[in-house]
């Protein structure tokens, strides 16, 4: 899968899980960026990836991410 | 099961018009998701659970603290959820010597938390049991160390169901044997306990919610009251009609094995108070051969409150079967192996619970177990006896609808009827029924007591009480008659009344044979009938001429001399006539 692609996917399941359609992902987005993405949004986000990729995250790779861009990255080396 | 995000769309539906009722969820560990989880179920049990949680690890606080939100909400069901996570991290800390007290020392405290919570409060309490950890110290060995945290985990489930075998409002959630049906490795995901203090992965939160939920709905009397079943490949191997009964599988040998344990799960169903009922397409005497002769049938006739077994649509005949148990279709359970029974009665009685049963009969159990159908928040003698109190009022309807012929059918209900004149014992009766019979009453002509007693004292009538009985049991009194010696030819049928609950047995037939008797023994020529028409008789309109009575005047006349009794399966038990 091109990552591209990749980036498409993952935006849409941000936008599903946090109930809001007008979001802007980039790699430098973060937690901060975004109003609906507290603490039981991420979990859900993770635990939506996970599913959507048939993955697994571990606690070191979730806790490694600071913005948008590292968790992408992390999803494709996963899955490629 | 809806996995947690299809869920999570039903807290934004409508739940106008459902149960209300208040659940505080206190938990050792990160709830939220939980909480939210047992709202969206509720949702689905026409529940409006308002869920009110506390940070995690206030516990003792809000439960001692009597200010606390806690007894502000005023709850009516408290969830403890105390994690085994916790359970280990607390025996983690004590020394060695302390911990084979781990057990007693918990239960201890949760008895002080109930004691606490039921002397403010009216509520429920639900307390999650823990779910295995081995931490694998002792290895095998551990059931041999009452120190181990195996025996210590495994003796405090134990003393919670003896605790809450003693104490009315405590209910212990199994949520352990979640556990051991979905697997640790589905049911805890060591990520997600890392980062966020959770202990339930988000696969298996839409199980424990739903645990929970039926637990809260069977206190609010939403439960299943009876189990209805398919027999070909459902109750045995095969088809009984085409196999016949030396081929259909059931036993200790191979498929058989499947079907046999299923029936014994039925058995103990049956025994606990769910009524058994049988929906067949079949020849009703072959449906029944296994239950009479086959060496392994484990249910027999006798567990089964109605059994129909004919070639009609399955969901004409639930509604008979209904009918007959008077209870609602929400609260029944239909098993089926085909699928097109299946959605037949599912898109045509949405409430009938119809699970989905896999193809393979060996996997029956392991999927019925999953969907814990039979919740119950009570258990008593009477429930053991329940099936057979259902299957007398049952049997009469059921039988009727087994004969193809009426007749048959009449001949074997074994019809009495004690026929007697007007006496002190039954005037009350009699007059009641003058009074309250609407529909089968010819002349509608009201009667107190008093008026009674002079007909019975009078010497210019006749009077005449029938009673009904069956092999089913015994009516009481459901018919009046009243002749009044016009002249001296004719006797004129001053009241005939009839209770509606026996009609179409051929009752009619037998007070004509009596009454008709009656006039030829003492000498009549004729009876005379009249039907005068109410608001509600209009059922009796026809009734003369259809029993050949001849129009004349204004009045019906019968020619007793003439008259041939009429076929009927009704026999006299004891007559005592008033001349």
């Known amino acids: 899968m091109e990552k591209e692609q990749l980036e498409k996917i993952v935006k849409e399941i941000f936008i599903d899980v946090l109930d809001k359609k007008d979001i802007v992902l980039t790699n430098e987005t973060t937690a901060n960026d975004i109003e609906e993405w507290d603490s039981l949004a991420h979990i859900r986000l993770v635990v939506a990836i996970e599913m959507k990729f048939n993955t697994h995250f571990s606690s070191r790779e979730i806790q490694s991410w600071d913005n948008v861009g590292d968790m992408i990255a992390c999803i494709y080396d996963k899955i490629k | ?579």
Not at chain 2, 211 to 234: E, P, Q, R, W, Y
Not at chain 2, 256 to 281: D, H, M
Request: net charge negative; proline share 2%.
């Open chain 2, 1 to 579: 099961m809806k996995d947690f995000f299809q869920l999570l769309k039903n807290l934004k539906k409508d739940f106008t018009g459902f149960t209300n009722c208040k659940v505080a969820v206190l938990g050792d560990t990160s709830t939220q998701f939980l909480t939210q989880a047992i709202r969206a179920v509720g949702y689905e049990k026409r529940l409006d659970l308002n869920v009110w949680e506390t940070d995690f690890n206030q516990i003792e606080r809000q439960i001692y603290d009597t200010s606390s939100e806690l007894y502000a909400v005023h709850p009516d069901i408290i969830i403890v959820f105390q994690s085994a996570h916790i359970l280990l991290s607390k025996y983690n800390k004590l020394s060695t010597d302390e911990h084979d007290m781990l057990a007693s020392n918990e239960l201890s405290s949760i008895e002080n938390y109930y004691a606490v919570l039921s002397e403010k409060l009216t509520a429920k309490v639900i307390y999650y049991n823990y779910t295995e950890i081995d931490d694998h110290v002792f290895g095998n060995f551990a059931s041999k160390i009452p120190a181990s945290f195996l025996f210590q985990l495994r003796k405090l489930n134990y003393e919670l169901m003896l605790f809450a075998s003693k104490n009315h409002n405590f209910y212990v959630c199994e949520i352990s044997t979640i556990q051991n049906r979905v697997g640790k490795k589905t049911f805890f995901h060591t990520s997600i306990y890392i980062n966020y203090e959770m202990v339930l992965s988000v696969d298996v939160i839409p199980e424990i919610a739903s645990k929970t939920v039926d637990l809260i709905a069977a206190l609010h009397g939403n439960f299943k009251k009876c189990l209805i079943l398919d027999l070909d490949n459902t109750l045995w191997g095969g088809i009984i009609g085409d196999d016949g009964m030396e081929n259909i599988q059931m036993g200790s040998l191979g498929i058989g094995k499947a079907f046999t344990e299923f029936q014994y799960w039925i058995k103990k169903l049956k025994n606990r108070g769910i009524i058994i009922a049988v929906c067949s397409k079949n020849i009703e005497s072959v449906a029944k051969e296994p239950f009479e002769k086959h060496p392994d049938m484990v249910l027999q006739l006798n567990d089964i409150a109605v059994f129909v077994a004919n070639w009609e649509n399955k969901a004409d005949n639930l509604r008979h079967i209904q009918s007959v148990l008077n209870i609602g279709f929400d609260t029944m359970v239909f098993l089926d192996d085909n699928p097109f029974e299946r959605s037949l009665v599912h898109s045509t009685i949405p409430e009938i619970c119809v699970p989905e049963l896999p193809e393979d009969p060996a996997d029956y159990l392991e999927y019925l177990y999953s969907l814990n159908l039979f919740e119950t928040t009570s258990y008593s003698h009477e429930d053991k006896q329940r099936t057979a109190l259902y299957k007398i009022e049952a049997e009469r309807k059921t039988v009727q609808k087994s004969f193809l012929n009426e007749d048959d059918f009449l001949k074997s209900l074994h019809m009495q009827s004690l026929v007697e004149p007007f006496t002190t014992f039954n005037i009350p009766r009699v007059a009641q029924l003058s009074q309250r019979s609407n529909q089968f009453n010819l002349r509608a002509i009201r009667y107190t007591d008093a008026d009674i007693k002079f007909f019975a004292e009078s010497e210019k009538y006749f009077t005449f009480a029938f009673t009904l009985e069956d092999k089913f049991g015994d009516n009481g009194m459901i018919c009046v008659i009243i002749l009044h010696k016009e002249n001296e030819q004719t006797l004129f049928i001053d009241t005939w009344l009839m209770s509606c609950r026996v009609l179409k047995r051929g009752m009619e037939h037998f007070v004509l044979n009596k009454i008709a008797g009656c006039a030829k023994e003492n000498g009549f020529k004729y009876l005379k009938g009249e039907y005068i028409p109410t608001s509600k008789n209009e059922m009796v309109q026809h009734h003369y001429k259809g029993l050949g009575f001849e129009s004349s005047n204004e009045f019906w006349r019968l020619d007793v001399a003439n008259y041939e009794d009429k076929k009927c399966f009704i026999l006299e038990k004891y007559s005592k006539v008033n001349n």
